[in-house]
């Protein structure tokens, strides 16, 4: 498909990257790296040409081009499937999955950031949603004596809310939040995770220390994350809404449950990863 593409937008695309005049060129999407690479190769110049992919496990093989001069990948299967689809071992660097540098901070004041979101009962659950979906319904009948808060991302009624929609005449107290601006700390102050399957989500949750239930993926690029999540011991899929209430209510009941899944979660997240791989691109000048 790229290559069928690229005699349509060969000139516009080698006239772009010549007009930024790049020291390094990078790329975060996996549909644009075989026609850059090819871009960058007809600049007369050498400019370096690096992948950073963001699949966990699941990548579509088009995220790990053979001709970059550097591929960062996010975890030990995603390096393996790097290899496997002929990257040059000296070229793929292990950096972890980027995340904001201040989610890692926050998950530091853990205590504080409880303590002035005044969540003061005997847990609180994340939830995160981009959509109006099912995992509502289970919330309704959780009655397990936490507090579940819904993440609504930009959706337009919640948008800028100041202050979260309580539910009102439900069993398990629940806030509905909008667009907010400190995700990070919400869910370093918070003890369960569930979201829909994206690397994102799921590391986010990870570097937390978060047991991870997801209730929904995108086939095939994100089936290596829920696999990669109950393999490892983080968490579960649990696609039932009706079953869900009961997956939380096992980690709440189960300090040491919860403290395994946090455990493995940590060990998969790297929180200088952005660092990292900030660093292993710019030694390519």
């Not at 069928?4 to 080698?14: E, H, N």
């Not at 993926?217 to 869900?244: F, T, W």
């Amino acid at each position: 498909m790229a290559a069928a593409t690229w005699p349509g937008i060969r000139r516009r695309l080698v006239a772009l990257i010549e007009a930024a005049r790049p020291d390094i060129v990078v790329s975060t999407h996996p549909l644009l790296t075989w026609s850059v690479a090819h871009a960058v190769r007809e600049l007369g110049r050498r400019v370096p040409f690096a992948v950073v992919v963001t699949d966990l496990v699941t990548g579509h093989a088009s995220w790990y081009e053979r001709a970059a001069d550097l591929v960062c990948v996010p975890t030990q299967a995603s390096l393996d499937r790097a290899l496997a689809l002929g990257v040059e071992a000296n070229k793929v660097r292990l950096t972890g999955q980027p995340v904001q540098p201040k989610a890692a901070a926050a998950v530091r004041d853990r205590d504080a950031l409880r303590a002035r979101f005044g969540w003061n009962e005997p847990w609180s659950s994340a939830w995160r949603r981009r959509r109006h979906g099912q995992p509502g319904c289970a919330r309704r009948r959780a009655g397990h004596g936490a507090t579940a808060r819904a993440h609504r991302g930009r959706l337009r009624p919640q948008r800028g809310a100041a202050r979260p929609t309580r539910g009102d005449g439900l069993e398990t107290p629940v806030e509905v939040f909008g667009f907010v601006d400190n995700l990070h700390e919400m869910m370093a102050a918070a003890d369960i995770l569930v979201t829909k399957g994206g690397p994102g989500s799921v590391i986010e949750g990870c570097l937390a220390g978060l047991p991870v239930l997801i209730y929904d993926y995108i086939p095939g690029q994100e089936i290596g994350n829920v696999d990669l999540v109950r393999s490892a011991g983080i968490g579960d899929l649990v696609r039932d809404p009706a079953a869900l209430p009961a997956a939380v209510r096992r980690f709440l009941d189960d300090p040491a449950a919860r403290a395994r899944a946090s455990a493995a979660g940590r060990a998969l997240a790297v929180p200088d990863s952005a660092d990292r791989i900030a660093r292993a691109v710019l030694a390519l000048r």
